[in-house]
């Protein structure tokens, strides 16, 4: 926790908290306004869909927090959703306004707060030393965990006793808070190396070829596409396993979820006495390996407490694999292609989610749900695997070549 004293950061701590507070209050309210106004399943799910496309231009954001200050663009970022949240609060108390004006602003929204993590990734080792990246990847998987427990646990209350425009209210003031903050932090000069600007596509090329020249980061981008594929259901099979299998309450389906939670915002604390036991390379591989052998746990036992422990672990593995990844893709990125290398990968890596719903879909006719859960584990285990004898094999050069790709890889 010693990161927590070191000025510039926590102050981007305490407004990531903040925001982070403000958005899982902001969201289910928002749906909840949305499906309490129009009584529509199409609504809601433009509603949806402007929550969640804007990752998918990822890539193309990624040029931007390269070329622009990225301090500069978190502030500007916070400051724009504040107007987007009051333009929504306003729209709000129109009775004549139609949905497609809240999707226009939701998706207006999620771009710019995936602009936000983008420029706050790429912006974090410049505040930080290589060997507080852990800690400080930690600490934030940690602080959204817990503001989402918070959020989620005060957001149904606040809806019931008064209205979705009081959390509507309250997640623009997070934003102007966040921004205030960051005004705080003093900005290292050397932070970002400038570029002779270039046209837009080489310019994101640049990133898609240093991708290319990590022999580990390029089998990584295969592992984790596997790897979303296989866990992007995995809420509406744990949804699924708990009314029809276990023929059990929506309170256990609640508590597992909260072991879940938990098991991620404890993993993030964790992850910094466990980088000085192992390589962060190898805590990628602990993390995911850990996800699959849980999982398989969960599916082939089903007593409550036992389901609530192995979730916890779930999330706590969940929360390693995550914080290392960061933290390793910190240290080998060259800072002034972050933005567009974690934008690429983010791209990449996030088609695995629409592909694993689908996929769930077609699955989902012919398998019974402990049959899913046992594949979903599998490919988990295979992954976690694969990366595992990538890095033996980096570790284990033939050549001088291999030799030389090895040491670029950061597995040294």
């Known amino acids: 926790m010693t990161l927590l004293k070191t000025r510039d950061f926590s102050l981007l701590v305490i407004g990531q908290l903040l925001s982070k507070i403000g958005d899982s209050l902001f969201f289910p309210a928002l749906l909840w306004y949305v499906q309490s106004k129009t009584g529509s399943t199409v609504a809601l799910a433009l509603t949806g869909v402007g929550l969640t496309l804007p990752p998918v231009f990822s890539a193309v954001i990624g040029v931007y927090v390269d070329r622009w200050n990225r301090l500069r663009t978190m502030i500007t970022c916070d400051v724009i959703r504040f107007c987007i949240i009051l333009c929504l609060l306003l729209i709000s108390y129109n009775s004549n306004y139609h949905v497609t004006y809240i999707v226009i602003l939701i998706g207006f929204n999620q771009l710019f707060g995936q602009l936000f993590a983008l420029a706050a990734a790429s912006f974090i080792p410049s505040i930080v030393t290589v060997r507080q990246l852990p800690e400080a990847n930690g600490l934030l998987t940690s602080i959204a965990q817990g503001a989402t427990l918070i959020g989620f646990g005060l957001g149904g209350v606040v809806i019931d006793r008064s209205s979705p425009e009081v959390l509507f209210a309250a997640n623009a003031a997070s934003f102007a808070i966040s921004a205030l903050l960051l005004m705080l932090i003093r ?17 994101m090329l640049a990133g898609t070829q240093f991708i290319w020249s990590q022999i580990l980061l390029r089998y990584a981008i295969l592992f984790l596409f596997l790897g979303n594929l296989s866990f992007a259901p995995f809420e509406l099979l744990l949804t699924n396993w708990t009314n029809s299998i276990m023929n059990t309450t929506a309170a256990v389906y609640g508590l597992y979820l909260s072991f879940m939670s938990l098991g991620t915002l404890l993993g993030g604390l964790m992850i910094q006495p466990l980088a000085k036991l192992v390589r962060v390379p190898k805590l990628m591989v602990v993390g995911l390996l850990g996800q699959g052998i849980t999982i398989l746990s969960f599916s082939l036992f089903t007593p409550v407490w036992f389901g609530a422990l192995t979730l916890l672990i779930f999330g706590a593995c969940n929360a390693c694999f995550g914080a290392a990844f960061n933290s390793w893709l910190q240290q080998i990125t060259p800072p002034n292609l972050r933005g567009r290398v974690f934008g690429t990968l983010q791209t990449l890596i996030m088609a695995g989610q629409p592909a694993g719903m689908a996929l ?53």
């Not at 900005?187 to 310019?203: A, C, D, G, K, N």
Request: aromatic content about 8%.
């Open 187 to 203: 900005y290292p000069t050397t932070e970002q190396s400038r570029e002779v600007q270039q046209s837009f596509l080489i310019e």
């Open 360 to 412: 769930y879909g077609l699955l989902g006719r012919n398998m019974d749900t402990k049959t899913i859960f046992l594949c979903l584990s599998g490919i988990a285990l295979v992954v976690g695997s694969g990366l595992w004898l990538v890095q033996v094999a980096l570790q284990h050069p033939i050549t001088q070549r291999d030799q030389n790709l090895t040491t670029q890889d950061g597995i040294r």
